[in-house]
């Protein structure tokens, strides 16, 4: 099962103590929705990417050549 460990910063005591039901469910839950965060942000810059590669391509010029007009 999983654990957490609670730190008393006045004693400087730890105890790992084991998770409850509903918070095992929390992490489960805020992993799919990191996830989903993340495949989405992914998704976006891949498409940026291609965009921006259809686009040089269209004007017919080099990824080196846009960052020249670009400096």
Do not use: H
Request: charged letters at 30%; aromatic letters at 2%; hydrophobic letters at 45%.
């Amino acid at each position: 099962m999983a654990t957490k460990i609670i730190v008393n910063c006045s004693t400087g005591e730890t105890t790992e103590v084991e998770l409850t039901a509903e918070e095992v469910t929390e992490r489960e839950a805020m992993a799919i929705a990191y996830a989903e965060q993340k495949a989405e942000e992914d998704a976006d810059k891949a498409a940026k990417v291609t965009a921006k590669a259809a686009l040089l391509t269209k004007l017919g010029i080099t990824e080196a050549e846009a960052s020249l007009l670009l400096s």
